[in-house]
């Protein structure tokens, strides 16, 4: 069964570096997203990557993070200078369509020390 | 702008009771519904989904959820619940014009054997 895989399962960085999160869709879907969720709270939207540009995006989302699809199949969710409230897991997700079934991938635990 | 309300954070009961997870979402547009289950240490799996037609859906692991438009209610339910079924269940919208998932802040189910 086709799965959204995601690298690495846990990170580890220093504040103020930069972490990229890795992400690869199930190969037929067209649209991405990135959520987060902080330890013990709800499942955050973070944004969403439709025809190789961001489709829509959450406050969450400010200019420290980017995302970018940069071959055919990976999708990655850049953070250019980490705070320790980025310390989360953040789950990638794809679907074949607007409004269809999202299948999320199992996460990757940030932690910033 | 839509919402998904959780009011039971933690829900205990005993082994092959019964189980009802409340779910009430806002919307002034139709919505598509979804129910997500976090197993411990895991990412987030698709229960079941409302898209339209009947309103009861079944779902994975003996589920069913009843989409009711006048209390603009989802409630989930099992008639009999087994100790793999503890984990954590997300309630979910989408709205039929846009494509990103919004999350309640999820009910923690916890089996009393």
Request: proline share 4%; net charge negative; with cysteine.
């Amino acid at each position: 069964e086709p799965e959204v895989t995601q690298t690495p399962s846990h990170q580890v960085t220093q504040m103020g570096q930069e972490v990229i999160l890795r992400c690869v869709p199930i190969s037929n879907h067209l649209y991405f997203y990135w959520y987060r969720q902080i330890l013990g709270q709800k499942v955050e939207f973070l944004v969403s990557f439709y025809n190789n540009e961001i489709s829509e995006k959450s406050e969450i989302f400010d200019d420290q993070f980017s995302v970018e699809r940069p071959d055919g199949s990976n999708f990655t969710l850049k953070i250019r200078s980490t705070k320790l409230e980025d310390s989360a897991m953040y789950f990638c997700a794809s679907s074949a369509g607007a409004n269809t079934e999202a299948f999320f991938g199992q996460g990757t635990r940030l932690t910033v020390v | 702008a839509q919402s998904v309300t959780q009011l039971d954070s933690q829900v205990p009961v005993f082994e092959e009771a019964p189980v009802e997870l409340r779910c009430n979402y806002s919307s002034s547009v139709s919505v598509y519904l979804f129910w997500y289950v976090q197993y411990p240490n895991q990412g987030l799996q698709l229960l079941l989904k409302y898209l339209s037609g009947s309103t009861l859906v079944k779902g994975i692991n003996g589920f069913e959820a009843e989409f009711n438009k006048s209390q603009t209610s989802f409630h989930l339910r099992k008639p009999s619940v087994h100790i793999s079924d503890t984990a954590e269940y997300f309630c979910a919208v989408t709205l039929n014009r846009d494509d990103k998932i919004i999350f309640g802040k999820g009910t923690r189910l916890h089996i009393l054997p």
